[in-house]
């Protein structure tokens, strides 16, 4: 009888081993797909803030242009949109990675936008100069 018990007891113990390797696998699957999930997110945002960088460059007078930053970030973007779609999927590391590439283009497209605004700003206080300095001169 104590044999019947200790074989059942190992059989348990094995089942158990055998159910918490497949949760693992489980969660490292859901675990990766919430990452692909945030990565996308991060990658739509960064889009969007470059067409509104665009959009304000075309809006402001003398602003350099940022038609490479933008192709690049379109470039990286469907990068990124295939090899997630792919089957074979990505890697902690892969995910990693470009996520810290697209968090700092996200930065770099920030701070080129607060450039832009600046020079909006200024062009605009310029202009509101000319204007009085006009009125000045016309009385």
Known sequence: MPIYISALALLVSMASLGF???????????????????????VYTLQRRSEDL??????????????????GINHEADAVFSKVASTEGMSWTELNEMEAR?????????LYYKQVVELGRFNEEVLEYEKSKKTLTNQ
Not at 23 to 31: G, N
């Open 54 to 71: 665009k959009h304000k460059i075309g809006c402001t007078d003398d602003a350099p242009e940022c038609e490479e930053l933008h192709a």
């Open 102 to 110: 697209f968090l700092s283009l996200e930065q770099e497209v920030e």
């Open 20 to 42: 918490g390797i497949y949760q693992y696998r489980i969660l490292k699957r859901v675990r990766l797909g919430e990452k692909s999930n945030n990565l996308l997110r991060t």
